[in-house]
């Protein structure tokens, strides 16, 4: 079983910048896809990232040209980089490897 545990939820302004960090346990690591979700209130949950093991990316339209998922397969992480943030992005951000794993989400509010 895949441990997961985010990191770097904050309050940030519009137009702010996070980067939100997933430590993962286990060694099946590198060989699996990572993704990152999130859920606003009262909404689904949604895909926002996933990056292959070789480092190929994935965006939902959203998200295009703010944010960058990337991934240190030697550190067992995965990073997502998000700027200009908007309220609209306001969310709890989960990490998961795209199979069973979760972790428990780390919260995100902009707001001025």
């Known amino acids: 079983q895949v441990q997961l545990v985010e990191s770097g939820g904050d309050l940030v302004q519009p137009g702010g910048s996070l980067r939100l960090s997933c430590a993962a346990s286990?060694?099946?690591?590198?060989?699996?896809?990572m993704g990152w979700y999130r859920q606003a209130p009262g909404k689904q949950r949604e895909l926002v990232a996933v990056?292959?093991?070789?480092?190929?990316?994935n965006y939902a339209d959203s998200v295009k040209g703010r944010f960058t998922i990337s991934r240190d397969n030697a550190k067992n992480m995965v990073y997502l980089q998000m700027n200009s943030l908007k309220p609209e992005d306001t969310a709890v951000y989960y990490c998961t490897n795209m199979l069973t794993s979760w972790g428990r989400g780390t919260q995100v509010t902009v707001s001025s």
């Open positions: 286990g060694s099946s690591f590198s060989i699996n896809r």
């Open positions: 990056i292959a093991s070789g480092g190929i990316t």
